[in-house]
């Protein structure tokens, strides 16, 4: 009898991990099929691994996901519901595809709780504040997309799309030098994509901004400066956005009229970071004044100076291109320059 009930045993060990087994291998051609962006036929797959373990939070986020791409969001949320009440991988990235979920109906309140809920159970994870900001930035409330973007940007400093994000708002409210720092910042993690091209397009308008040049009755040139937060001007941010107007201001000057467009961005640019270096922000704590802005002065009087300019600006110009690819060796000691800064806090 002992012999029988320990074969019985052993055979509904080796059932349960053929069973485990199966589950997971069938999980793995559901994924190819999935990653092939063949969302249908994966979910043949992930169904026959669902009748096997119907709870199995793995199981269900990859049903929620295909359906997702499907465009089926009723089925998608319902699997992702299961998934979510496991404290696992597969749980935490089933509360966001939730939040995206919520976000898309147009039920952001639901969204912003999703993604709260998933910070409560998961702590400070740089994807949930991220798309909470995102969420929090369609409702227009910019406030807290700020604080969830640089919450995110806290947790996970090389995140290049919460530098961007955080960008985008400060453009949205005319906080221009505001906008400029995590710009320059995305543009050092994410060099040379489409995306790239457009936040230097972005660096250039924010620098052009804020000064309108005409001709006047006798064909003189004059130069307006507009100044676009007339109540913030007392501020140190407000006081950077009209030192941006005046640089441009001066490029407009005769003076200058010779120089090239790399010579005013080197010059500019390193201006503004010296000038808001310079500014006296009392008690203000922040991720501005304890890291960007001290950063970036480093930066600009560093023996590397050259080298950062070249490289942010790669993206829209060839000289620039052309200029990184050929002082490799530069670029590296720039890097480990980098890894060994310590910036004051």
Same mark, same amino acid.
């Given at each position: 009898?002992?012999?029988?009930?320990?074969?019985?045993?052993?055979?509904?060990?080796?059932?349960?991990?053929?069973?485990?087994?199966?589950?997971?291998?069938?999980?793995?051609?559901?994924?190819?099929?999935?990653?092939?962006?063949?969302?249908?036929?994966?979910?043949?797959?992930?169904?026959?691994?669902?009748?096997?373990?119907?709870?199995?939070?793995?199981?269900?986020?990859?049903?929620?996901?295909?359906?997702?791409?499907?465009?089926?969001?009723?089925?998608?949320?319902?699997?992702?519901?299961?998934?979510?009440?496991?404290?696992?991988?597969?749980?935490?990235?089933?509360?966001?595809?939730?939040?995206?979920?919520?976000?898309?109906?147009?039920?952001?309140?639901?969204?912003?709780?999703?993604?709260?809920?998933?910070?409560?159970?998961?702590?400070?994870?740089?994807?949930?504040?991220?798309?909470?900001?995102?969420?929090?930035?369609?409702?227009?409330?910019?406030?807290?997309?700020?604080?969830?973007?640089?919450?995110?940007?806290?947790?996970?400093?090389?995140?290049?799309?919460?530098?961007?994000?955080?960008?985008?708002?400060?453009?949205?409210?005319?906080?221009?030098?505001?906008?400029?720092?995590?710009?320059?910042?995305?543009?050092?993690?994410?060099?040379?994509?489409?995306?790239?091209?457009?936040?230097?397009?972005?660096?250039?308008?924010?620098? /052009?901004?804020? @000064?309108?040049?005409?001709? $006047? !009755?006798? +064909?003189?040139?004059?130069?307006? =400066?507009?100044?676009?937060?007339? &109540?913030?001007?007392?501020?140190?941010?407000?006081?950077?956005?009209?030192?941006?107007?005046?640089?441009?201001?001066?490029?407009?000057?005769?003076?200058?009229?010779?120089?090239?467009?790399?010579?005013?961005?080197?010059?500019?640019?390193?201006?503004?970071?010296?000038?808001?270096?310079?500014?006296?922000?009392?008690?203000?704590?922040?991720?501005?004044?304890?890291?960007?802005?001290?950063?970036?002065?480093?930066?600009?009087?560093?023996?590397?100076?050259?080298?950062?300019?070249?490289?942010?600006?790669?993206?829209?110009?060839?000289?620039? /291109?052309?200029? @990184?690819?050929?002082?490799? $060796? !530069?670029? +590296?000691?720039?890097?480990?320059? =980098?890894?060994?800064?310590?910036? &004051?806090?």
């Amino acid at each position: 009898m002992k012999f029988i009930l320990s074969l019985l045993l052993t055979c509904f060990s080796i059932l349960c991990v053929a069973q485990e087994d199966s589950v997971q291998s069938i999980m793995m051609r559901g994924i190819d099929y999935h990653d092939n962006g063949q969302y249908d036929l994966s979910l043949i797959e992930y169904q026959k691994a669902y009748n096997l373990e119907p709870k199995n939070a793995f199981v269900n986020y990859e049903m929620a996901l295909s359906h997702y791409y499907l465009g089926n969001k009723t089925r998608a949320e319902k699997f992702a519901k299961t998934a979510s009440n496991e404290a696992s991988e597969n749980g935490l990235q089933a509360i966001i595809l939730l939040g995206a979920i919520y976000d898309e109906r147009g039920d952001h309140k639901k969204s912003i709780k999703m993604y709260r809920e998933g910070i409560k159970t998961f702590g400070d994870y740089y994807l949930l504040w991220y798309n909470l900001g995102v969420t929090a930035n369609t409702m227009k409330d910019y406030a807290l997309a700020e604080e969830a973007f640089l919450k995110a940007i806290n947790n996970k400093l090389d995140h290049a799309g919460s530098h961007y994000a955080l960008a985008s708002i400060m453009m949205l409210q005319n906080r221009r030098v505001e906008a400029l720092y995590p710009l320059y910042f995305f543009l050092m993690l994410e060099a040379d994509t489409d995306r790239s091209e457009m936040a230097f397009s972005d660096v250039v308008r924010l620098m /052009q901004r804020g @000064v309108v040049t005409k001709r $006047d !009755e006798n +064909g003189q040139l004059v130069i307006e =400066l507009q100044v676009q937060n007339p &109540d913030k001007q007392d501020d140190p941010m407000g006081a950077g956005d009209l030192f941006l107007s005046m640089l441009q201001a001066a490029n407009s000057n005769v003076d200058n009229a010779d120089k090239t467009e790399l010579e005013h961005f080197k010059t500019n640019t390193k201006d503004i970071f010296m000038f808001m270096n310079n500014q006296d922000f009392g008690d203000r704590k922040d991720f501005f004044t304890t890291y960007y802005i001290p950063f970036f002065a480093e930066i600009v009087e560093s023996n590397y100076y050259e080298t950062f300019v070249h490289y942010v600006r790669q993206s829209a110009y060839p000289d620039s /291109q052309a200029w @990184v690819m050929s002082h490799t $060796d !530069e670029l +590296g000691d720039f890097f480990d320059w =980098l890894d060994n800064l310590e910036v &004051d806090q």
